[in-house]
């Protein structure tokens, strides 16, 4: 390399490793914040803050959450829910208040094909991991379009799968075609970050719940009630009570929670309610838009003290 070239390269080497240096990271883990190196390579951000609440430790991302979580700070979150694209929406129908319609919900909810999808699979998972403090858990939920690929992607990535839950619809919609068992059940998968985590489980908070008995890992839980939807649909929606009980099993009060495909921010209602940390993540702004809603309500509630869970309170 001519003389003049290699000190131009030093010079520069130089300049960014000054520039990640005055790059100080936040305590924080709230705050996502492109890396150190990408800080000192000046690029932006992935995201776009949509909601941003610190008194309450509660944040909505806009972006996308593979390359977010790529540049957000490693071994930061404590709990993870993840509820990704389930890939089904591939022109078929379902049954809705007793009319046939489509199962389309969105662009975003398109299968690719098997390889694509799994490949997009392994990516967030990935990305997931990395963040996850040692012995921090993630939950994904599913069906059978994705479930058993995310199963094999946290087998390759070396996730330590904790349980499979079975999560029972009591009042799932009947099968049209009458050619098939009606689908009445999802899988959650949860996992522990690797073989060696200690993961944190309420135990006796769950026997609890179940008057006394060990608590088993099928769910009988209602689709959401119409009074969840009350500020608009999403049309993946999950129940509060879902949620609640994996919030309280897997993580204490403070803790943060992260939900990179938030949709509506089912997690993050309960997670302000059960006083947890939230950060949501999502694509599409009409959704954020109705998370902010959501949020805002239970933020209302939980300052009025209005929230009573008799679930877990009137035990
Ligand atoms: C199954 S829904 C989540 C529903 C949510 N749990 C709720 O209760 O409302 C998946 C969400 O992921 C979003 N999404 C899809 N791909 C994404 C990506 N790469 N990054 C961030 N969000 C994404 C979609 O816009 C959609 O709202």
Redesign the pocket.
Known sequence: MPKKMHNKSMLKTVMKQKKAAMYKLPENPLEFYISEEAAAYGRKPPFTIHYDNPEQSVKLLK????EILNQARENSVDMIFA????FLSNGGITCHAGKMVSVNK?K??KSKGVEKNHKFTLE?LKACQRVLKPNGTIWVSGTTHIIYSIGFAMQELGYKILNDIIWYKRNAPPNLSCRYFTHSTEIVLWAAKNQKSKHYFDYQLMRKMNQGKQMRNVWEISAPLSEEKRFGK?P???PTELLSRIILASTKEGDLVL?????????GVVAILRNRKYVG????EE?LKLSVKRIEEAIAKKETKLFVDEKVSGL
């Open positions: 972006g996308d959450c593979i509820d990704p694209p389930y969105g975003w909810d967030w999403h993946t929606q999950k939900d990179p495909f938030c949709g509506s921010s089912t997690t993540i999502d694509l599409e959704y």
